[in-house]
């Protein structure tokens, strides 16, 4: 059975950086596009950044832009989300999400397979 597991988050000050991981298991997921997405307190879950199987094509939510680069390394099952200029409206859980097809469209209704989440928390 696939599963993803998020890891990476904390505390940080604004301005500061972390990287997320999200680690797969299960099955190759060589063939799979991966998503982030986040869901601050009261919010909706949104897309925030998406890569395509082998990593060729990527996108990302206007908010994010600039400050986030999103990556993976299949030999290692892994794929990450490297978060620079951390802002308070950045703090949310995050979560990766994987899907047999690739689409610009950051739309979680493409996404098959979920992670748990992981707590990013942007503060001073």
């Known amino acids: 059975q696939l599963q993803l597991v998020e890891s990476g988050g904390g505390l940080v000050q604004p301005g500061g950086s972390l990287r997320l991981s999200c680690t797969y298991s299960g099955f190759s997921l060589d063939y799979y596009a991966i998503g982030w997405f986040r869901q601050a307190p009261g919010k909706e879950r949104e897309g925030v950044s998406c890569i395509s199987s082998r990593g060729g094509n990527r996108n990302y939510a206007d908010s994010v832009k600039g400050r986030f680069t999103i990556s993976r390394d299949n030999a290692k099952n892994t794929v990450y989300l490297q978060m620079n200029s951390l802002t308070p409206e950045d703090t949310a859980v995050y979560y990766c999400?994987?899907?047999?097809?690739?689409?610009?469209?950051?739309?979680?209704?493409?996404?098959?397979?979920w992670g748990q989440g992981t707590q990013v928390t942007v503060s001073s």
């Open positions: 999400a994987a899907s047999p097809v690739y689409s610009n469209s950051i739309d979680q209704r493409r996404y098959n397979y």
